[in-house]
């Protein structure tokens, strides 16, 4: 059984920076993609941002792309989202995911993601 616990979450003002951590638990960590998805109030949960198992291949969202950066360190079996330049659309629970597989050729779904932690909150005030 996969533990995902993601912590890093807080209130920022519009501008500023965050970096949100997804420790994880498990021994298949380094051989899997890994991902981070978000939920803001009254919509549907969005894909942020993937990362390859090796880290040599990541994707991002239109709206995050040059501002969040994803990373890992399989070492830790830790997965970071380093966030610039909030903004209040930005304001959503923030969950990481571990994916069915390893390498990554496409955007994936979040029905590529078989572990999901319980999330963290992000606030962003204009």
């Known amino acids: 059984q996969v533990e995902l616990v993601e912590s890093g979450g807080g209130l920022v003002q519009a501008g500023g920076s965050l970096r949100l951590s997804c420790a994880a638990s498990?021994?298949?960590?380094?051989?899997?993609?890994m991902g981070w998805f978000r939920q803001a109030p009254g919509k549907e949960r969005e894909f942020v941002a993937a990362?390859?198992?090796?880290?040599?291949?990541?994707y991002y969202a239109n709206s995050v792309k040059g501002r969040f950066t994803i990373s890992r360190d399989n070492a830790k079996n830790t997965v970071y989202l380093q966030m610039n330049n909030l903004k209040p659309e930005d304001t959503a629970v923030y969950y990481c995911?571990?994916?069915?597989?390893?390498?990554?050729?496409?955007?994936?779904?979040?029905?590529?993601?078989?572990?999901w932690g319980q999330g963290t909150q992000v606030t962003v005030s204009s």
């Open positions: 498990g021994r298949t960590f380094s051989s899997k993609a």
């Open positions: 995911a571990k994916a069915r597989f390893g390498p990554l050729m496409r955007i994936p779904t979040s029905g590529d993601f078989g572990s």
């Open positions: 990362i390859s198992w090796s880290g040599g291949v990541t």
